[in-house]
């Protein structure tokens, strides 16, 4: 039987040298702040990282995310198993609700109907008991409001929500899931409030009706249409009383020390940062209004009032993502709390925490809203001088380390394309996976040069930023051989999970092989053949910031 030759495997293993790195931090400074006095906050600092709203839901805490859910255990501080889930588990009539099309106020009813993409949330908060409403008068209400992308009227005006630009989804806030209590718009009749009738495709006087019952002014969803400004809400977040429930805080804005002072019940705060275009009405007095920053919900369907800035946390609430409130039982909740009526306000990576504070004498007296301390925020973190309000926000995974499973899709700096050139060139065409969604990319070339062959590539990421550049030198010995380069990136999910160490910003592994596919005349009379092959494969870390 003839003899068989078989190739000894090499391989070569080069470990890149670690580049000394810092990762950059996130405060204001780096942030793009929000222009408050022309309402043009189109220009804010949007990060995908983040949360997009998140519930105070008894011992837990709902951190909701695009089409998915955490559940955090405020009790054992950590995520509670099998999260992150489908919001259509638990929440089936927020994720239908989610998926609604809305239609121009202008336009056929009829053409209500599901949008290819679901919507996303785009803020939610806690209502407290209220003996006023019909639903869940004794128990707190959660609402949800969602993002839908602006769609031209017949008028050519930008209308981002439908018939009186109702929005809201409601759940009774008991139990692990609560209790569905209405949703606009709505386009399945089983899921509009039986409280209120059998409901229609379309249930404008179901909307109507359930707003008002919930206390949230229509006013609440109109206000900024009036200033000729189409918003769209940002964030929301009610307080905490000293056990931790749902309440409404007074919060005064009082300047005549001759009258009396009455606070505005605030049971919501809410925020707007998605602008189109502002249109400046032509009543003169209304548009001489400043947009505001924010609208105060108050517990008894008043009308809302607004917020208009006057110290620096008041002017960056539009760049909140979502807000919610602080339970910290040292700080913000009980008796001997020091920090009451505070909550967390998410942004990009990074949080900080902001306290409604009252100020003055009576009858004259002023709320506001002011960011905490480096000192307190350090303290409350366990560090000494690490945070800084204008440089560096502790990251939201510090805090709550697991939702960085919300880190969809991955990192800014993640590998998205590569090109590969060879020396000498090759005129011949090459196959591949150019689908980085995995974390991978590859292609083949084959080659029918002898010698040795030097391979080039860059690898970038998706915005076209070059994150690692190398070469490799290989030898082919036959006149068909095959030369495979193969990328797998390593890089963590979350652009905020990338170590601060000298451990590099990006991280991947590079696979470089080379394989004979015709075998060497002299090999050719044996009847079994083995290809020849040859690897060269690296690790590579390298700093993009």
């Not at 056990?243 to 009455?262: K, L």
């Not at 910290?328 to 409604?356: E, H, I, M, P, R």
């Not at 960011?371 to 925020?377: A, G, H, I, K, R």
């Not at 080659?447 to 030198?473: C, N, P, W």
Request: include cysteine.
């Amino acid at each position: 039987m003839p003899t068989m030759v078989l190739r000894t495997l090499a391989v070569a293993s080069i470990l890149a040298s670690a580049m000394c790195i810092t990762n950059p931090s996130i405060g204001l400074s780096k942030m793009t702040p929000p222009n408050k006095d022309s309402g043009e906050f189109s220009l804010l600092y949007q990060d995908a990282q983040t949360v997009d709203a998140a519930v105070n839901w008894g011992d837990k805490v709902y951190f909701f995310k695009d089409t998915r859910w955490i559940s955090w255990d405020k009790t054992n501080l950590r995520i509670d198993d099998t999260f992150p889930r489908p919001i259509e588990e638990g929440f089936p009539e927020l994720n239908a609700w989610l998926s609604t099309r809305d239609v121009p106020a202008d336009q056929p009813k009829s053409l209500l109907g599901y949008m290819a993409e679901p919507a996303k949330i785009s803020a939610a908060a806690i209502l407290p008991p209220n003996p006023n409403r019909v639903l869940s008068p004794t128990k707190p209400v959660a609402v949800f409001f969602k993002f839908v992308a602006p769609s031209a009227g017949t008028d050519g005006a930008i209308a981002t929500r439908g018939s009186n630009n109702y929005h809201v989804c409601a759940y009774e806030a008991s139990g692990t899931y609560g209790a569905f209590l209405g949703a606009y718009p709505s386009h399945v009749d089983q899921l509009v409030y039986g409280a209120y009738g059998t409901g229609v495709t379309f249930p404008e006087a179901n909307a109507s009706a359930l707003m008002a019952d919930l206390g949230i002014s229509t006013g609440l969803t109109d206000y900024f249409d009036r200033l000729g400004a189409r918003m769209d809400f940002g964030s929301a977040v009610s307080l905490l009383d000293d056990t931790g429930m749902p309440v409404a805080v007074p919060f005064y804005q009082c300047t005549d020390a001759a009258a009396p002072c009455t606070p505005t019940n605030m049971d919501m705060l809410i925020t707007y940062n998605q602008i189109e275009k502002r249109v400046v009405p032509t009543n003169p007095l209304i548009a001489a209004q400043k947009i505001p920053v924010a609208l105060m919900q108050t517990a008894d369907g008043m009308q809302p009032r607004p917020l208009v800035a006057t110290t620096l946390a008041e002017a960056w609430m539009p760049a909140w993502r979502a807000m919610i409130p602080c339970w910290d039982t040292t700080y913000c909740v009980g008796a001997t709390a020091t920090k009451k009526n505070s909550f967390y306000v998410f942004s990009s990576s990074v949080f900080w925490l902001v306290q409604v504070q009252t100020v003055g004498t009576a009858p004259k007296l002023s709320s506001k809203l002011e960011f905490w301390s480096d000192t307190e925020v350090n303290t409350m973190m366990g560090t000494t001088s690490l945070y800084n309000l204008a440089t560096n926000w502790p990251k939201i995974t510090e805090m709550w380390p697991d939702l960085a499973d919300f880190c969809e899709p991955r990192s800014t700096y993640a590998l998205a394309s590569m090109k590969v050139t060879f020396n000498p060139p090759e005129l011949t065409g090459s196959t591949g996976d150019s689908d980085a969604s995995d974390g991978s990319l590859s292609l083949c070339q084959i080659t029918s040069r002898i010698g040795d062959i030097q391979v080039f590539f860059k690898l970038y990421s998706k915005s076209g930023l070059i994150i690692y550049q190398s070469q490799a030198t290989v030898t082919t010995d036959t006149k068909k051989s095959e030369i495979c380069l193969r990328v797998e990136d390593t890089t963590p999910a979350c652009d905020y999970l990338i170590p601060e160490k000298s451990a590099g910003a990006v991280t991947g592994k590079v696979f470089v092989t080379t394989t004979s596919v015709e075998t060497p005349a002299v090999e050719r009379n044996y009847r079994y053949e083995r290809e020849q092959k040859e690897i060269i494969s690296w690790q590579y870390e390298q700093s993009v910031f």
